[in-house]
Structures are given as structure tokens and as C-alpha cells.
């Protein structure tokens, strides 16, 4: 979502159009502020169901807005894991609806205290376009499980698969409970200046920023999911086989086009050959051909592309060493590249690549991989190889990022009992399972007495001899 001054402009048009729809649903929930249990599974189990029977249609869907995505990959990386989440959520809602009991101190007493978690009411998500369904329904599964109305902004990258799931949850929900917008870059700015309960993005970090600052002049409360460059650390004693097949997973899923990609690759340096040949091999096995091949996700538009050959070129010019893992690309089926001898001063190397380009960095020892990530701004994932438990508490304790596999890319994300969020220029809040179910519901702290009323002998005129007491008894 880029934007020019004149489209950061307040008085955009398309808040006029936006601001009725956002009224209708904030109507519709001081109608029915508190939902109970049973409506809200409704919901998940009405959500459930569309998905589950509209498979076929999102897969064909989101291959047309790329150009092809594979059909495995859809199912693997946004169908079931919204599906999952849904389960999930449904499975645990009372518990999380459940009043928490908290104590009361004893000067207070008698009186009971609770923690009520209350809808916030109208949550707005702007949903980009690496991963249209899941990164639109996984945010949903949270508000809807907290009780809130919903507006979903989709990507203007991905007009196919936005306007199929505006028809399909219209088949469900009412647009008061669930509404869908679509648009361009103009829609998105009017978007998130409105003034919604909450505020969720997922993009990058520049966009994350002009998010942030439309936000605040609601003070509406924000989660930003962005990016940045997640490292990979393969160790100096993990089979490299094993680090290399891990790694070649995590970075051709969806061509790279993921926010917890590996980013680049810190290798040791007497190992560094061996990797770079390992990871041919693993690559080379994964898709023995490019040309014509299903399971090979294009780079989503002609921009996207060369954005990605501009960080090529750049590097190539700069001196880096290009390893092309195939001969030729096929239109956007961009082929995958190992980059060698990178340095700083290359742009591949500042902004998040967001595609099928790996640098691979050597380094001498462990402290000095850890000084480079730690050099730079903390990173939405990290992920180190090496199965020794000292060095692997080594590095959680001596690095900052916002989720972290030991052994392993990307499947942190897919636990929906562990919370996904950044940390710094990589995003702020969490969402998934239960943190996502408290991300879109207000805390509420409720203190409770009845008619006996201790607090009495506190009240003024002061310097009664029951004041003296208290204050010996409590004051000290």
C-alpha cells in the first residue's frame, strides 16, 4: 500500500463511502454487545463450514492473482491452518469467555474482584497479499471468538481472491457482522483512518508506519505484523543436509513471498561450500524442473519481479556472486538465486527480499554470528540449526526477534497455542489462539462490594482512632 502526500490526505474521499459502513456495524453491536457463547460459535462453525466447501474455489482463486500458486501450498499454508485456527478457537472459547477471579487485598474487604473480557467492538484488518486468505482469516477467527463486528481490507494485489471471499463470507454473515472492501491504495489510507476499537495490519514496515500514524489520530489501538530480514544460523556441527533442507522449505514456500522467509544465511566458514551444495542438491530435488511446473509459485506481478531483479542487479554490480539454482525463469516463475560475497552496501541486504534470493554470510564463530543479528533491527523470525541445547540457549537468550525455530522455518507460526507477533520495526502485539482472543478483547477490571461497607472508617474527618489503626496495620 504505497501512498503519495495527496492520498495521506484526511479529507480522502473514500472515508465518506467507508464511514456509513463502519456507523452500520457499530449500531448493529451496541445492539448486542456482548455476545454470548453460543452465537459466537455460530459464527466460527458458519466459517468452518464455507471454507471447508469452498476449497477448489480459493485455491483456483489465488493462482489466477498470482499468476500460479501452487495448489498444495494454498492448502498447506492457508487453508488448513485457517481451518486449524477456527478448531482451535471453537474448542477453547468458553474457557477464554470465562470471568477471571482475582483477589482482593485485606483492607478491603469484604468485596470480590474479576476480570471481564469484554468486545471491543468494531476491528479493522488490512490483509496483504502474500497470503490473501489466511492472513484475512486468521485475524477474523480472533475478533469474531472475542465477540467484535469485523471490516476486512483486501490487497489490491489480489482483486480475484478479494472479491471471492467478499461473496463468500456475504453468504454468512450480515455486512453489519463481517464486511468486506476492496479498492486500491486510496481505499487502504481511508481505511485505516478510521476510527475502529482496534487496528490490525500485516504489510511492511514503511507502510506499517503510515498505519500507525493514520491510527493515531483516532488513538485507536494497533497490531502491526510487518517483516524484515529473518536470519537463518546454521551451526558449526549440524548435519548440513539437514540445515539445508529445512531452510530450502521455509524459503521456496509461496517463492519466498512470506513475512518469516529466511531472509539470508549465516553459515560457518569452513562450511560454506558444503552448504551452498547441499542446498542445490535439496533445491534441485524439490522442483527437478522450473519450466511448467505446478508446484513452482510465481512472483505475484511484474512489479514484484523486478523489484527482485533490481536487487540482483544491484548486488551483481556491486560485486556479490549470483548462483542461479536453474537456467531460466519461466514469465514471473523467477528462479531461485544463492547470493555470495554480499556485503552491507547492497540493497538485497538492507530491505526484506520477499522472494527466491538467499545470501549466504559467512562467519568465524557463534558470538560473531550473534553480534550481526543483534547489529541489526530485530527480525520477525529467527532460526538457528544446531542440536546442541547449550548453544541453542545460547542464542534465545542473546537475541531479540519475534518467533523462533530451533531446527526448523516458518512452523512456529502454525501453533495455534503460541502467540505471532514482531518485535521493533518487525511488528508490535500478538494475535493467534488465546492471544489473539485477548488482542480484540478489553480486560476489563470489575471490583465488586455489596452492602456491608468496611471502607467506612476511612472516610473523612481524618484522625479518628480507627484511621490511627489502619494506618498501623496497612501503612507500613
Not at 135 to 146: R, S, V
Not at 369 to 393: C, H, I, T
Request: proline share 7%; with cysteine.
Amino acid at each position: 500500500m504505497q501512498a503519495t502526500a495527496a492520498q495521506l490526505d484526511p479529507m480522502n474521499p473514500e472515508i465518506e463511502r467507508l464511514q456509513p459502513l463502519l456507523e452500520r456495524q457499530r449500531r448493529a453491536f451496541q445492539a448486542a454487545p456482548y455476545p454470548d457463547a453460543a452465537v459466537r460459535l455460530q459464527w466460527l462453525d458458519a466459517l468452518q463450514r464455507l471454507l471447508a466447501r469452498n476449497q477448489q474455489a480459493i485455491i483456483e482463486a489465488i493462482s489466477t492473482d498470482f499468476g500460479n500458486r501452487s495448489a498444495d501450498e494454498t492448502r498447506l499454508a492457508e487453508i488448513m491452518p485457517s481451518l486449524h485456527g477456527i478448531h482451535y478457537a471453537r474448542r477453547r472459547l468458553r474457557k477464554w469467555m470465562k470471568p477471571s477471579r482475582r483477589s482482593v487485598g485485606l483492607a478491603f474487604q469484604p468485596a470480590s474482584a474479576r476480570v471481564l473480557y469484554q468486545p471491543l467492538g468494531v476491528v479493522g484488518i488490512i490483509v496483504p497479499w502474500n497470503y490473501p486468505l489466511y492472513l484475512a482469516i486468521g485475524p477474523l477467527i480472533g475478533a469474531l471468538a472475542a465477540g467484535n463486528r469485523v471490516m476486512l481490507k483486501m490487497s489490491e494485489s489480489t482483486p480475484a481472491t478479494g472479491q471471492l471471499l467478499k461473496d463468500l463470507l456475504a453468504q454468512v454473515f450480515t455486512e453489519d457482522q463481517v464486511a468486506v472492501v476492496l479498492g486500491e491504495a486510496d481505499v487502504g489510507i481511508a481505511f485505516s483512518r478510521l476510527p475502529f476499537d482496534h487496528l490490525l495490519f500485516t504489510g511492511g514496515t514503511s507502510i506499517g508506519r503510515q498505519v500507525m500514524r493514520a491510527a493515531a489520530d483516532n488513538l485507536t489501538p494497533v497490531t502491526l505484523e510487518l517483516g524484515g530480514k529473518s536470519p537463518a544460523i546454521v551451526s558449526a556441527s549440524v548435519p548440513l543436509e539437514d540445515a539445508a533442507e529445512r531452510i530450502a522449505f521455509g524459503k521456496t514456500l509461496n517463492a519466498g513471498q512470506t513475512c518469516v522467509a529466511p531472509d539470508y544465511v549465516l553459515v560457518p566458514k569452513d562450511r560454506l561450500k558444503g552448504f551452498v551444495e547441499a542446498y542445490r542438491q535439496v533445491i534441485q530435488r524439490f522442483y527437478p524442473q522450473l519450466a511448467d511446473n505446478p508446484d513452482y509459485t510465481s512472483i505475484i506481478n511484474p512489479r514484484q519481479q523486478a523489484r527482485l531483479q533490481d536487487y540482483l542487479d544491484d548486488a551483481q554490480a556491486r560485486g556479490a556472486r549470483l548462483l542461479p539454482l536453474f537456467e531460466h525463469g519461466q514469465a514471473r516463475r523467477m528462479p531461485h538465486y544463492l547470493l555470495l560475497d554480499v556485503t552491507d552496501e547492497m540493497r538485497v541486504m538492507q530491505d526484506e527480499i520477499f522472494g527466491p534470493l538467499l545470501p549466504v554470510v559467512p562467519y568465524d564463530d557463534l558470538q560473531q554470528a550473534l553480534a550481526y543479528v543483534n547489529a541489526r533491527p530485530r527480525p520477525l523470525a529467527l532460526y538457528y540449526f544446531g542440536y546442541d541445547k547449550a548453544e541453542q540457549q545460547l542464542v534465545l537468550e542473546h537475541t531479540h526477534s519475534g518467533g523462533v525455530c530451533l531446527n526448523d522455518t516458518l512452523l512456529h507460526v502454525a501453533q495455534d497455542d503460541l502467540p505471532f507477533g514482531g518485535v521493533g520495526p518487525s511488528g508490535m502485539g500478538h494475535y493467534h489462539g488465546h492471544e489473539g482472543f485477548l488482542t480484540f478483547s478489553k480486560a476489563k477490571g470489575v471490583f465488586v462490594k455489596q452492602r456491608f461497607n468496611a471502607a467506612r472508617m476511612i472516610y473523612p474527618p481524618y484522625g479518628k482512632a480507627l484511621q490511627k489503626l489502619v494506618y498501623r496495620l496497612f501503612v507500613r
